[in-house]
């Protein structure tokens, strides 16, 4: 199972790339930005009572959060990442994203262009992807994912990496797309399941809110 993010925003500045092996899988974080330096460090694995606690705590109240990429519809699942992370949002007092079918087009031409290469990458350009999208955007950021076959889960480990879970809380940005691919990103992921978030503020709005404190305490 493979994790990695990206964002384009003045408040972040690092980057940190983090590996870690955990049941026979890989997972690999890292987080990208303008100016990056770089560092190490490895996640340590939860215990199995903290993922429970974490699975009922994140799949709690949101439709199709456990369902399997293959047997819900593609629908289901975006809107159930979507409930998924508006409710860690929610939790920690910022506002709601809202979700865009301009970055729903994004995200999915890139989950889809990930699987049929078998390439996991932000790729050159995420942020140019978005605006080729038709998203005029004036701070944007980037999740993706494969081997992880629910919503619940891929927001878990999500919210389990600093890079992004800050992409997750971040409150400068307003919307939300959401792609999804029942299949994995071969040599990355044996298990089913990609998955690509991409996060904006459109040029034309101000930033939600300006609360850092719970993107600060990243990752939980």
Known sequence: MTILTAMLSPRRRSTSVSP???RGSRVAIA???LLATAALAVVP????????????????GCANANANVGRG?????RAAVVCLINQQRA???LPALQASHLLDSSAQGWTNAMVSSDVFSHGTNFAARISAAGYVWRAAGENIATGFQSPAGVVRAWMASTGHCQNILNPTYGNVGTGVSHRPVNGWASGAGTWTQDFALSMYK???????GPADGCPY
């Open 45 to 60: 694995a939860a215990s199995a009572a903290q993922r429970h606690h974490r699975r009922a705590r994140a799949a709690s």
């Open 31 to 33: 987080a990208l930005s």
């Open 20 to 22: 870690d092996r955990h």
């Open 73 to 77: 519809s593609d629908e289901a699942l």
């Open 206 to 212: 101000s930033p939600p809110s300006a609360n850092w």
């Open 91 to 93: 939790s920690r007092h």
